[in-house]
């Protein structure tokens, strides 16, 4: 049995691209930034992002290509695929991996991040220090026969 499924949760880094097939077909592209936060082994907190290319095809296109923009966050489900090409003006291969949507699902409005309960009344209001959600892991190493099952 074999299984290609990817689900990543982020935001747009740049604006989607809205194009036609030949046939009509309605393709759209973007790329989305996923974060990690983490603290190492002496207990400095790490930060690293990755960068996904995604394709979307059919009326999720035309949708995502009229309602997201760079900064907007989203949650997309689909397959990886690498596809290759002959570059034309250096004759060398290239390779380009994507994630095909399958499904897309917006995000809060903004690219905000676990924010979806904020109130309009709020909106006005800027904050010196802005609190980033972090997960915080035990300090002390995990011992795998203390884990319940």
């Excluded at 880094?13 to 309605?26: F, I, Q, Y």
């Excluded at 990755?50 to 997309?76: C, P, W």
Aim: proline share 4%; glycine share 10%.
């Amino acid at each position: 049995m074999y299984l290609n499924k990817v689900i990543l949760i982020g935001n747009l880094t740049r604006d989607p691209e809205l194009r036609s097939l030949p046939t009509g077909a309605k393709v759209c592209s973007f790329s989305i930034a996923t974060n990690r936060v983490w603290k190492d082994k002496n207990g400095a907190r790490q930060e690293a992002a990755d960068y996904h290319n995604v394709v979307v095809f059919g009326r999720q296109a035309e949708t995502v290509a009229q309602y997201m923009k760079k900064g907007s966050s989203i949650l997309v489900e689909g397959r990886m695929q690498t596809r290759s090409w002959e570059d034309k003006t250096s004759g060398e291969k290239k390779y380009r991996t994507e994630v095909i949507a399958d499904r897309t699902q917006f995000g809060p409005k903004g690219g905000e991040r676990g924010n979806a309960g904020a109130s309009a009344g709020s909106a006005g209001k800027t904050s010196s220090s802005e609190e980033v959600d972090t997960i915080e892991y035990p300090e002390e190493d995990i011992n795998p026969e203390d884990i319940p099952f």
